[in-house]
């Protein structure tokens, strides 16, 4: 099985900078899918951006243009740059791999972005 985890999260003022990593271990694949989502108290988890074993990427409407998603796949890594910060990017980040030939995902579990006004 692969576990994931995420670091980089923290507390940040609006229009500030913040790097998420997070790193695979276990199990890898060469056809995976590789993302981060969001999640605040009382909402669902939403998707932020995808990654997938070629590189396409994927962003939702409210990121794009701010966030970059990114893969290191030698290191079992995928980043998430996140530039010009709102308060409204405030939420727990969790980092997913999908296995899409077992058709199977994996989470970590999560780290807090903070952003103040």
């Known amino acids: 099985q692969v576990q994931l985890v995420e670091s980089g999260g923290g507390l940040v003022q609006a229009g500030g900078s913040l790097r998420l990593s997070c790193v695979a271990s276990?199990?890898?694949?060469?056809?995976?899918?590789l993302g981060w989502y969001r999640q605040v108290p009382g909402k669902q988890r939403d998707l932020v951006a995808t990654?997938?074993?070629?590189?396409?990427?994927n962003y939702a409407d409210s990121v794009k243009g701010r966030f970059t998603i990114s893969r290191d796949s030698p290191k079992n890594t995928v980043f998430l740059q996140m530039n010009s910060l709102k308060p409204e990017d405030t939420a727990v980040y969790y980092c997913?791999?999908?296995?899409?030939?077992?058709?199977?995902?994996?989470w970590g579990q999560g780290t807090q972005v903070t952003v103040s006004s």
């Open positions: 276990g199990t890898t694949f060469s056809i995976d899918v």
């Open positions: 990654i997938t074993h070629s590189g396409t990427t």
């Open positions: 997913n791999l999908e296995d899409v030939l077992r058709r199977t995902n994996y």
